[in-house]
């Protein structure tokens, strides 16, 4: 495998697990909760693709429409189930004080909720899907054959990224979100709306988590209901080790662990391959050893006496 | 009457940190809480402020109870606070921080008229505007918290603890700027640890230990009793 492949290959599951870990950082953020069900709200969008029936071949539904109109399908469904949780689940909850870990165990339980109603209603038989049959093919840049999907999902994410960042430096909102990361309980003392504000950061952690929904059908072409558990895994320990409560360091932290078990793959000896994760997540435990705050944390951003 | 605290309890646990208490501050008053540390100024503040829980008692704001609501409605009421430890946003800027706390307010050319009022006052944002707040000096961390508090216009201002942390000279320079606040008919409920301080500024003066009012009164009276430094320091009202 030629080197420049395996670049953009480690890049684009890194693009992918930088999305993911984004998005449960901004959860996160402002309500000190780990949203485990943001794996699953990415296979929602996935299955939104095709009709809804336990049959066993998958006909499309909004993965037939045009595809800026099979975009913003996936956008919304993705992004009003994730409201949902915050409205349904979460915000009662919080109403009542639950702290970090109930909310935490709370977000498992809406993680098998939602993984048994598409279990009941597609059955557990992964179901393959092909969404942009264009991106599957293979282009030549000097000489090197890369995927085009790989690419696109380098592309996508540096632009979702910078629309992010503009988004919550520039709007009254976004600066709003940032404060109440950094203390909740002040922010609403200066007037800051908190369901609002966590209503908010749920609806761009769908968004985030509908590109990855596209992103990765778009690669894998496959179904499965347990899809979203990896990817919430991942983007969990992303966070971690680019130090919780940093959006930056969450996009970092992901990127690193997904172009880490990339490179691995590829560099490992064949017979070690198999073991892959053991050497990433040990990777990350090494991390963790001797940066227990995260790799991305520059200490001092906090106030001075 | 703007604020009135009536037969005020809160608990943490099941340890009182507050017994009882009741106050009141009228408009346009500069008020002190003082006492030593653990009086519960600090709980009072955030009691009124909504972000503790009352056991009993009543808070009322300009005549309705706003026990029990959520501090973002207490602060889109009129009432403000400058917190203990000052609470600034480290990871935003100068601008940022105003520009959370402008949202409890209306109209976008009104608020950028405050801004302009409110930077005056602290020219020294003015020359950090676009720079993080966790860079500031602890002394203009200060100036940023009331920056902070006043750029929705409050009816009432809470302040805990302004000169804490700040070498005196500084400290001396927060209270001449609250000063200059009740003149610009701000209505100003203080916390302050030094006694003398706390007399000079404000009208009127509670003093407050383990929880319990102690002492009342204008502060004249209070600064020329003699029994005022002794209630201070823990010894009982004599009959």
Same mark, same amino acid.
């Given at each position: 495998m030629n080197i420049v492949q395996l670049l953009v290959d480690a890049a684009s599951l890194g693009s992918q697990y930088a999305l993911v870990a984004l998005g449960i950082g901004l959860v996160f953020g402002v309500m000190r909760m780990i949203n485990f069900a943001h794996g699953d709200l990415i296979m929602i969008g996935a299955y939104a693709l095709v009709v809804p029936t336990a049959a066993d071949l998958a006909a499309p539904l909004i993965g037939a429409w045009p595809f800026p109109l099979l975009i913003a399908g996936i956008l919304c469904v993705v992004t009003l189930v994730a409201l949902a949780t915050e409205r349904f689940a979460f915000r009662a909850l919080r109403k009542r004080g639950a702290d970090g870990s109930t909310l935490l165990i709370s977000s498992f339980a809406v993680s098998y909720l939602i993984q048994s109603l598409v279990l009941f209603i597609h059955t557990g038989r992964p179901k393959s899907v092909s969404i942009f049959g264009a991106l599957t093919q293979q282009v030549t840049i000097h000489g090197v054959r890369v995927g085009l999907v790989d690419i696109v999902t380098i592309i996508v994410t540096i632009l979702l990224l910078l629309g992010l960042s503009l988004y919550l430096r520039r709007s009254r909102a976004g600066i709003e979100i940032r404060a109440a990361a950094e203390d909740f309980t002040m922010a609403r003392m200066l007037g800051v709306r908190a369901d609002r504000a966590i209503a908010l950061a749920f609806g761009l952690s769908g968004i985030l988590a509908a590109a990855v929904s596209l992103l990765y059908v778009a690669k894998t072409g496959v179904l499965d209901f347990r899809m979203g558990v990896p990817l919430a895994i991942a983007g969990f320990v992303g966070t971690v080790i680019g130090g919780m409560g940093s959006l930056p360091g969450a996009v970092l932290g992901g990127f690193s662990l997904g172009a880490a078990s990339m490179l691995l793959q590829a560099l490992l000896p064949a017979e070690l391959r198999p073991a892959r994760d053991a050497f990433v997540y040990g990777l990350v435990i090494v991390v963790l050893l001797f940066r227990p705050q995260g790799l991305f944390v520059t200490g001092n951003a906090g106030e001075r006496i | 009457m703007l604020l009135s605290v009536d037969s005020l309890q809160v608990r943490y646990g099941k340890a009182p940190a507050i017994h009882e208490l009741s106050l009141c501050v009228?408009?346009?008053?500069?008020?002190?809480?003082?006492?030593?540390?653990?009086?519960?100024? *600090?709980?009072?503040?955030?009691? =009124?402020? #909504?972000?503790?829980?009352?056991?009993?008692? !009543?808070?009322? +704001?300009?005549?309705? *109870? =706003?026990?029990?609501?959520?501090?973002?409605?207490? $602060?889109?009421?009129? =009432?403000?606070?400058?917190?203990?430890?000052?609470?600034?946003?480290? %990871?935003?800027?100068?601008?940022?921080?105003?520009?959370?706390?402008?949202?409890?307010? &209306?109209?976008?050319?009104?608020?950028? $008229?405050?801004?302009?009022?409110?930077?005056?006052?602290?020219?020294?944002?003015?020359?950090? /505007?676009?720079?993080?707040?966790?860079?500031?000096?602890?002394?203009?961390?200060?100036?940023? $918290?009331?920056?902070?508090?006043?750029?929705?216009?409050?009816?009432?201002?809470?302040? !805990?603890?302004?000169?804490?942390?700040?070498?005196?000279?500084?400290?001396? %320079?927060? +209270?001449?700027?609250?000063? *200059?606040?009740?003149? !610009? &008919?701000?209505?100003?409920?203080?916390?302050?640890? *030094?006694?003398?301080?706390?007399?000079?500024?404000?009208?009127?003066? /509670?003093?407050?230990?383990?929880?319990?009012?102690?002492? !009342? #009164?204008?502060?004249?009276?209070?600064?020329?009793?003699?029994? +005022?430094?002794?209630?201070? +320091? #823990?010894?009982?009202?004599?009959?």
């Open positions: - | 009228s408009a346009g008053e500069i008020v002190c809480l003082v006492g030593p540390n653990g009086a519960g100024k *600090s709980t009072c503040m955030l009691a =009124i402020a #909504g972000v503790v829980e009352p056991a009993h008692g !009543d808070i009322q +704001f300009e005549g309705r *109870s =706003i026990r029990g609501l959520p501090p973002e409605t207490i $602060a889109r009421a009129g =009432i403000s606070l400058v917190p203990e430890g000052r609470r600034i946003f480290g %990871r935003l800027t100068v601008r940022e921080n105003l520009v959370v706390a402008s949202g409890a307010q &209306g109209g976008v050319g009104q608020a950028k $008229a405050q801004f302009d009022r409110v930077l005056a006052l602290f020219p020294v944002l003015q020359e950090r /505007y676009n720079g993080y707040a966790g860079q500031l000096s602890g002394g203009e961390q200060q100036q940023l $918290a009331i920056a902070r508090a006043l750029i929705c216009k409050p009816k009432l201002l809470l302040v !805990d603890e302004p000169s804490l942390g700040l070498a005196p000279l500084f400290a001396d %320079r927060v +209270f001449q700027t609250l000063r *200059s606040l009740r003149e !610009d &008919g701000t209505t100003l409920l203080v916390v302050e640890q *030094s006694a003398r301080r706390a007399l000079a500024l404000a009208d009127r003066t /509670y003093l407050l230990r383990s929880g319990r009012l102690i002492l !009342d #009164g204008p502060s004249n009276v209070l600064a020329a009793d003699p029994e +005022f430094e002794h209630a201070y +320091f #823990g010894g009982a009202r004599r009959p």
